[in-house]
């Protein structure tokens, strides 16, 4: 995308929230590029034909429940103490458990980033298609909880997947709304699905390398907060964005759209760069930048470093081992 082009979708977003700051109505819960879930045709509409938005309330994944139409993977624990963290004391009928340890154990390895099979293999294992939307739970246990669902989310998206939604504050915003809830556990068959990689949002060991060496012109983003920054420093010439102020409660839900997009504008980096790439310790935290800047904002170009620091320690510590 041409520096034009950024400059066109930035002020866009700053007429939207010049608009909003003067008394137009600002956007609903769940609405994000669309003010709920779209059918595409004629009724009665394929479920391959349901369009979700990155962000869905309540109410409408019941609409969406009503025709038949999502894959909903739970990615809590399977158990836990706390109710809204374990998917046997209760989630939505037909969810899925697919914990999110399956999609930060893709980056087990510190080297190497996730091959195609192996992004296969997680889908498969999943129970995933492409052909119907899929609806990520979550949660709702913490502001930083969330990037546990965008990196999924993300994980899912680099895969080759687009129609796809994070149910907004996660299982707690559910049971609030009256949604029904069960302890029946929901089978997972495996599918056939194969990913198509797109690294379009994938930022590799190399990519920060570039940057460090100054060799790339994209610039470094520290989703951390500040006890980590101060546990660790950023790499050296980064930004900072503090993943947990994009997240509006306690519960994981997300702000509205004027606040997102003041947020992000504040981070003081410039978005017309040919890319961002943000990251933190683990790689959860950056994907909330990721969502919010890419998703919600449509600023492009953003990418998530997802081995992040704890895994370029260690592949650090490796090459100095192999000389």
């Not at 929901?186 to 940057?211: F, G």
Request: hydrophobic share 45%; glycine share 8%; with cysteine.
């Amino acid at each position: 995308m041409t520096k034009s082009t950024r400059r066109t979708v930035l002020a866009g977003l700053a007429s939207t929230a010049a608009a909003v700051a003067l008394g137009a109505p600002s956007f609903a819960e769940g609405a994000r590029a669309a003010a709920s879930f779209q059918i595409v045709g004629r009724t009665p509409v394929p479920k391959e034909q349901v369009i979700v938005p990155p962000l869905i309330g309540p109410e409408d994944l019941k609409k969406l429940i009503e025709i038949g139409a999502p894959q909903i993977v739970d990615i809590r624990r399977e158990s836990a103490l706390m109710w809204n963290y374990s998917y046997n004391a209760g989630h939505i009928p037909g969810a899925v458990n697919f914990p999110y340890i399956n999609f930060r154990n893709l980056w087990a390895d510190p080297l190497e980033t996730p091959s195609e099979a192996a992004f296969t293999d997680l889908i498969q294992r999943a129970g995933l298609t492409m052909d119907r939307p899929v609806v990520l739970v979550h949660s709702s246990g913490a502001k930083g909880n969330f990037g546990f669902v965008t990196f999924a989310y993300w994980t899912l998206k680099s895969a080759g997947f687009t129609n796809m939604s994070i149910l907004n504050g996660g299982i707690a915003a559910w049971k609030r709304s009256g949604g029904e809830m069960t302890q029946v556990p929901a089978e997972i068959i495996p599918s056939q699905q194969l990913a198509e990689i797109n690294d379009s949002w994938l930022a590799t060991h190399e990519d920060v390398d570039a940057v460090l060496a100054g060799t790339s012109n994209a610039q470094l983003l520290d989703a951390r907060p500040l006890h980590q920054i101060m546990d660790e420093a950023p790499l050296e010439g980064s930004f900072t964005l503090n993943a947990e102020d994009l997240v509006a409660g306690a519960d994981g839900q997300a702000g509205d759209d004027l606040s997102i997009f003041l947020k992000i504008k504040q981070a003081g980096l410039d978005w017309e760069f040919d890319e961002v790439i943000t990251y933190c310790n683990n790689g959860a935290l950056a994907t909330v930048d990721w969502f919010m800047a890419n998703e919600i904002a449509g600023i492009p170009n953003v990418k998530v470093y997802g081995h992040s620091l704890k895994a370029r320690r260690k592949a650090e510590a490796a090459r100095a081992r192999n000389g």
